[in-house]
């Protein structure tokens, strides 16, 4: 038997389903497979927590590696309406899965505010006085977001304050000539500054501004490259594209 243990957060279940696509070239395997629902996250769990066997386990079906693999195939595709579509098929055999990808959806650029929701987060998070950067990466309770790692935090940030219309300010600027595979350079100038919100960033904020209008897109989602010509919306008023 093998027991496949994934995090509920959209990371963790793009991991799963992948994993599932590749299984599908292996019929044997499927009879082996079953799956823990965890419905938490495994690394905040202290070594001596003894409810392993409380997590519900489950067996995977054919039909549930069809379904798994619908599911990437959908998310590697080149716009995110056929990851939409598949949020409303019928996922019973993920219960976790439907909400993690309504968490990607949510970080395409909204329509009201052109940033993703964990950019408009991060946002909220600067003008609420959070100047330094250690909260942001690492405080996930007040981030309330799982979607980006602590390092792509980073880049959204890079993103909010570098930009022609900036609604960060404070963000080392040495940030613009590091080598990007330089972590310990990164990490020392995202401590060195001191973050506030711009006047413009407040006007986003409000939504009376629009961060895509003044600023270049240019990031994945998935398979759909965003760019300010290629701009997919996300109205989390209506759930829709």
Known sequence: ????????????????IWMLDHFRAYPAMVDKLKLRLVAF??????????????????????ADLEIASACWQAYQATTPEACFDVVHRDLSGFPLLRPALLDLLRDLPSSRSGLGATEMRLLELVAAGFMGTNALFYLRGFRQRGVFNDMEIGRLLEGLAHGPRPAIAGLDDGLRSIDPDNARRRLEAFQRSRLSVTEFGKAVLAHKADFTDHNPINRWWGGTHLTNDNLWRWNQSLRKL
């Open 41 to 62: 996250d495994l690394l905040t769990m202290h070594e001596t927590w003894r409810g392993w066997d409380q997590v519900p386990l489950v067996n995977v079906r054919s």
């Open 1 to 16: 038997m093998i027991e496949l243990w994934f995090d509920p957060g959209p990371d963790d279940q793009l991991q799963l």
